[in-house]
């Protein structure tokens, strides 16, 4: 499947699924929060997708929408195919569900995006702390975290 | 629905406490973060019950440099040069990696010269990588002759590649738009002297430790990760196909001129410890094979099709470009805001996920297990902490 | 007797039966301790594949120098080869390690990392911006990583400052750090200092010089 039948496809799977508007150089699709795993445990199930494995998941902050995006790099084997699958949630109270049980290796990506992001799984069996230590203040890869220890490069 | 947020302290506390049995008592010991056979700065905390591990918590950050942090802060033709100190044992193909990327953003079509001259220093540094990991895993193991055979050889190489690059681990030899240099005259016929050199010392690696019966005793179903475990939890690389996925990105998705090449994909059958030492060695043999056929056919040619200035900027949008280094997928997501720095620059790192399989792969064996499961994986710190 | 007498300062008396070496406690404690060094085996990161494993390997060999005995435990070890980055959660382990070692102990410090904090230093919020922010080095060791052959070079210098610095009388005083690559006699300061002098020279104009040498060209200025 190329990558315009394989976004078209996996829109026709609910309604709430959408194509992403912005630029992407692989097939990727926007779904609500709430829906995530219910949409990704179709998608690793369907024979028709069978994307059994989460290659990455990454957080993006878009500080001027006030948004983080949280976007779970799917892959299948089977089928070769790839898809990018982007939740975004409010930077206020991000929140979202843990897909940990439908992929193993999340629960530790989804640890490294609540270490740097500070995106709170709902569900999640471990979150804790991944790279930096426990009593850590902030979320260091957000766009407005500062602190005294960090330099500008002088320009 | 409520997040609970818990730390380390609190794990630890919770699960200690008396077992069942009467005679024996459940315990925490700490690995590293400074130990010899974590290959550097891994720190595990195990909780034992005798010498039989029961769990096994992987606690990172202790070469956390903030890679990804400094990245956007600087433009693409810098961010390469960061990509040399996270998996310093495959550098070539992580700046690979960062190159295609900004290559297939920015529409740069490179000619065939830097295409296979790209695809020899790759297999090169795999059987660098190789090397140096055939000997630590046999100095994990308590012997310590392999570690002067692997590092001899990997000298041997090494000259090779610094006559043309004149580094010897941090390469930064691949750019956005070609090459740093061209390569040095005598290149094509000390990588033959070299193949002639070390097409017997596989052979001599066999002897040494392939066949030697203690470690086959030490590695065989010991570490077993069946295939299906391996996908779940992420594991890619030499890993994965040691568990009997013949999945590598080198013939599914060819980059270079992988798909011009003959040559085959070692696979395991049991996914054990043994089966992803022997999918490495084989590796080295295919790699061999690679260059061999390459080395007589590069076209002429520029070395550099573009010179990329500090400046070059990005269109909107998300790119992704993952390749095969010698520990399996590195996957570089950039998200440009047409800026000339990157908006968000992500690596995903083959050890960040291939490290998890450590806990199912070794639960309820014992300790000095461990030590041969955690060499089999090949792990490299500060590609996982970045 | 070779080896002891050409590398002892000291007097060698010949009496009946023999030869009598006298020369100063403090020398041969110093030539001993300059000859068998143990380093800790602490890598973080890249510098620790140059350092501790091509330098332990057979081409570069470490125990030319007497320093092959790496240790794992930093109790059966006085030299500590810091190779690569040193973050922040690894601080508290490094100062731990460096004082269980044995007494007197030496530091090298390998690579831009562990010198000033190397490509790390801007935007980093881990990055320690050099070890000597944390514990005291003796010998820096330049480069990213630096060649075998430079941790040598700092090694012998290492070997030099031990056997020239340290007596009994007073225990603990040590020399100045040095940077291995610099040219013996050269010290940072006199870098700092030319540098200054170089930028200071060129960028200071003598305006009433440059004001008479300036000519103004004819006719644009005269008369209006």
Redesign the interface.
Known sequence: MDRETLQAAVCQLDSSIRPLEENADRAAVVVEAAALPAILRRLRDEPEFSFAQLLDHVAVDWIDRGQFELVYHLYSFKHKHFLFVSVFVPREDPRVPTVCRLYPVAEWQEREVYDLFGVLYEDHPDLRRLF??DDWIGF?LRKD?Q?D?????PR | MTVEVSSLKELVEQASGTSGSPDTQEYFVNMG????STH??LRLVLKLDGERVLRCIPVL???????E??S??MNYMNCV??T??MD??SSIMNNWAVAKAVEEAAGIEVNDRIRYIRTIFAELERIQSHQ?WWG?LGMDLGAFTP??YG??D??VLNDVMEETIGA???MNYVLPGGLMADIHPNFVNRVKEFIKYFRPKLDEYDDLLTNNVIIQERLRNVGVLSAQTAVQYGATGPVLRGSGVAFDLRKDHPYGVYDQVDFEVPVGTVGDSWDRYWVRVEEMRQSLRIVEQLLDNIPPGDFLVKKLNSKIKLPEGRYYSQLETARGILGVFITSDKKDEPYRLHYRSPNFNNLWCLEPMIKGDYIASLIGAMSSLDLV??DIDR | MGIVTDKLPGALEKVPGGNVLVTRFDEIINWARANSLWPL??????C???ML??T????HDMARFGAEVAR?S?RQADLLILA??I????AP?LRT?YEQMAEPRYVIATGACTISGG?????????V?GADEIIPVDVYVPG??P?PEQLFHGLLTLQKMIKEGETIREPGVRRKPVISALPEGVTMEDIQGEMKELLVKENVVDVHQAVDKLKWPSGTNDGS
């Open positions: 930096l230590e260091p975290y602190d220890f960090m330099l500008d490069r | 973060p400074q130990h010899p550097g700065v950050g202790y070469i956390h440099r903030s890679i942090k400094i956007e802060h040069h960061l040399d100190r310093y044992l140096l630590v570690f002067l590092i001899r990997r000298e010897r681990l941090t710190i500060p | 085996t602490f890598g973080t990161s890249c620790a594949i140059e494993m091509a332990g390997g057979p081409r794992p930093p690569g980055t973050v922040k959660r690894m382990r390690l490509p790390f230093i801007y935007h980093s919020y881990t990055t911006r990213c990583p060649r």
